[in-house]
């Protein structure tokens, strides 16, 4: 059975916490036999969601490409960093502009439904980006995916990796690896 995960940061910047996290997430992944897809959101700029840009304009072609990206998928991996307690607003908008419809009229939102998704979270703060990591779910939830409960919170992130963008912390890199493993074996579930 073929277990395709799309996984990606919520964060733009070289050198991200999440994009290291989430690096780590997808291997429990694959060693769980799943194949994991990486993007990283830089490569789609989208302009922020206007409902006359998008009359005018209709989809962008970034936006139709992340369609693509999660209609070819099983499921979801994201790492979503912390920005005031809530999830990054380059996350919302790739989300926002990946549920419209598409030129044919077709809602993006099909995309997303009964779908599994898990997430992880970095932050230097002691919480890991815990909150906006819950905030980040919900909309998961609304979007009608499936969270699953296993997360991973990683706290004093700015501290935690090794120049090989290892973790020190042998427990937390397995704990990070087993909701990649956990998020693959949802997946396995679901497809029967
Ligand atoms: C606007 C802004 C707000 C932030 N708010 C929080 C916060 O509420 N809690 C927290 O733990 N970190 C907060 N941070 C710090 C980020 O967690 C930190 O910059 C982190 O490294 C961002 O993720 P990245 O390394 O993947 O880019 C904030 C950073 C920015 C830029």
Redesign the pocket.
Known sequence: MTMKILAF???T?S?????KLLDIAALGAIESGAQVTHIHLGDYPLPFYDGDLEGKSGLPEKAAALQDLVAESDALLI?S?????GYSAVLKNALDWTGRPNGDGHSGLAHFANKAAAVVS????P???S??QLAIRGVLDKLGMLVIPQSFSLGL??EAFDKTHRLRDARADAMVRAVGAALAETVRKLKG
Do not use: E, F
């Open positions: 940061a919520g964060s910047r050198n991200s916490l999440n994009q790492a960093p912390d920005y005031n307690g970095a932050s230097p703060g919480l890991g980006g909150r906006g992130a700015h």
